[in-house]
C-alpha cells in the first residue's frame, strides 16, 4: 500500500525551529514531486511548498519565503521541511503529499487537487 508518513511536529515557541519528515511507505519518492500543505483550525488546507522530483525546482507560499526550506533525499524516499522562525499562525496541521503523475510541481502546486497520495498529518503549535 502506498502510503506517506509525516514526523517532527511538535510544541515550540515563537521563533523556534522545526524539521518535519515525510518518508514514502510502499513505493519510492524518487519520480515524484513533494508538496507540503498545511491546516490550521477552521481554515482550508493550504499549500505551503513543493520541490520537484530532481529538487532542483522548488516553490514556497508567500506567507512562508525566507522561514521555511523544503528538500528532499531520493535515496531514502524521504522530503524535508526545515521550519524557522515559527510564528504564531504557523500552528496548523501539516500534510506532504505526492501523485504518481507528477514530476514537476507546476504553476498549480499549491491546490489540493495536484496530489493524490497524502499522509496524515503531524501537528505543529507554536505557544509561548
Known amino acids: 500500500q502506498s502510503q506517506l508518513v509525516e514526523s517532527g511536529g511538535g510544541l515550540v515557541q515563537p521563533g523556534g525551529s522545526l524539521r518535519l519528515s515525510c518518508a514514502a511507505s510502499?513505493?519510492?519518492?524518487?519520480?515524484?514531486?513533494v508538496a507540503w500543505f498545511r491546516q490550521a483550525p477552521g481554515k482550508e488546507r493550504e499549500g505551503v511548498s513543493c520541490?520537484?522530483?530532481?529538487?532542483?525546482?522548488?516553490n514556497y507560499a508567500d506567507a512562508v519565503k525566507g522561514r521555511f526550506t523544503i528538500s528532499r533525499n531520493n535515496a531514502n524516499s524521504t522530503a524535508y521541511l526545515q521550519i524557522n522562525t515559527l510564528k504564531f499562525e504557523d500552528t496548523a496541521v501539516y500534510y506532504c503529499?505526492?501523485?504518481?503523475?507528477?514530476?514537476?510541481?507546476?504553476?498549480?502546486?499549491?491546490?489540493?487537487?495536484?496530489?493524490?497520495?497524502w499522509g496524515r498529518g503531524t501537528q505543529v503549535t507554536v505557544s509561548s
Open positions: 510502499g513505493f519510492t519518492l524518487d519520480t515524484y514531486a
Open positions: 520541490i520537484s522530483s530532481s529538487g532542483i525546482s522548488t
Open positions: 503529499a505526492t501523485d504518481r503523475r507528477r514530476a514537476a510541481c507546476g504553476s498549480a502546486w499549491s491546490e489540493t487537487w495536484n496530489f493524490g497520495i
